[in-house]
Nanobody, 115 residues
Framework: QVQLVESGGGLVQAGGSLRLSCVAS????????MAWYRQVPGQQRELVAS???????YSSDSVKGRFTISRDADKNTVYLQMVSLNVQDTAVYYC?????????YGRGTQVTVSS
């Protein structure tokens, strides 16, 4: 098992930046991979970016070049740096961890981008 706590969401104007943080309750290098998802009410949860235990990263086409996933293993923390935000990025952002035996989500953090 792993507990995940997200922070860093908020209200920002279009074109602005935010950095989300996700603190895990265990060594993140012991996890198969971690990721950020987002969800808009009435829509499916969407994968935004991920990082494997080996450090390989992935970003979805919708955020490529604007969002960057990174991690600090000493702090058991994964980050999502978001720049050039637009109103379509408004969503609840969830941290996700796969232990290899199961997947876990945090409670989410709201990101709202105003025009």
């Amino acid at each position: 098992q792993v507990q995940l706590v997200e922070s860093g969401g908020g209200l920002v104007q279009a074109g602005g930046s935010l950095r989300l943080s996700c603190v895990a309750s265990r060594n993140i290098l012991s996890l198969d991979h971690m990721a950020w998802y987002r969800q808009v009410p009435g829509q499916q949860r969407e994968l935004v970016a991920s990082v494997t235990s080996g450090g390989t990263t992935y970003s979805s086409d919708s955020v490529k070049g604007r969002f960057t996933i990174s991690r600090d293993a000493d702090k058991n923390t994964v980050y999502l740096q978001m720049v050039s935000l637009n109103v379509q990025d408004t969503a609840v952002y969830y941290c996700y961890a796969d232990t290899g035996y199961g997947g876990y989500y945090g409670r989410g953090t709201q990101v709202t981008v105003s025009s």
